[in-house]
């Protein structure tokens, strides 16, 4: 796989156990070694423990069959509950002291207008993610996602269905290679 910006290239070969950063304003390449893909988490990385919640359902929703460009594409919907704040921990209670006398008070200064009260957060929203997805090259070609940080859309262009020529996936002719 090949994904391409400006600046930059990331070409990753599960089949070598490779992926290489190519940095086209430095003519730069580097090789980073990736393992093998496992069921089994990386080490170092916890393993759930019985007593963890139970993960929040998932919404999925069948868009049907449309078009794009000419490509067909299946599209579905997965909806993310908003994930809800925990209940706040009880504030300790504080023993009872003796009543003391209120000492006198002076005036008050004349005040301008009291400070506005900050306004509530918003509550939070569900994530909500639309997959366009291309039938005959199984890969998604427009994806939409909506949640109470913002919006996101990618659009996967849909090209020729030929093989890429083997040189796209090679460092190119020029570029230094760098130590990873």
């Keep these: 796989m090949r994904i391409d910006t400006l600046s930059a290239s990331i ?9 290489i ?5 430095k003519k730069e390449a580097t090789v980073i ?3 093998p893909a496992s069921q089994a988490p990386p080490a170092g990385i916890p393993k759930p423990s019985g007593g963890a919640p139970s993960p929040v359902p998932l919404q999925v929703q069948d ?7 000419g490509h067909e594409v299946e599209g579905k919907r997965y909806v993310l ?3 809800q704040k925990p209940p706040a921990p009880a504030m300790p209670k504080m023993p009872q002291l003796p009543q003391m006398p209120k000492p006198p008070q002076a ?3 004349p005040q301008a207008q009291p400070p506005k009260a900050p306004a509530l957060p918003k509550p939070p929203q569900p994530t909500i993610a639309e997959v366009w ?5 199984k890969i998604p070609v427009l994806a939409k996602v909506t949640s109470s940080l913002g919006s996101q859309t990618t659009y996967c262009k849909p090209t020729s269905t030929v093989e890429p020529h083997p040189s ?9 290679l760098k130590k990873s």
């Design 11 to 19: 070409i990753s070969s599960p089949g070598e156990q490779k992926t």
């Design 21 to 25: 950063l190519l940095d086209h304003r």
């Design 33 to 35: 070694p990736t393992p």
């Design 63 to 69: 868009l049907g069959k449309s078009l794009i460009e």
């Design 81 to 83: 509950p908003a994930a």
């Design 107 to 109: 005036p008050a200064p």
């Design 133 to 137: 997805t291309s039938v005959k090259l």
């Design 168 to 176: 796209l996936f090679e460092i190119p002719a020029g570029y230094k």
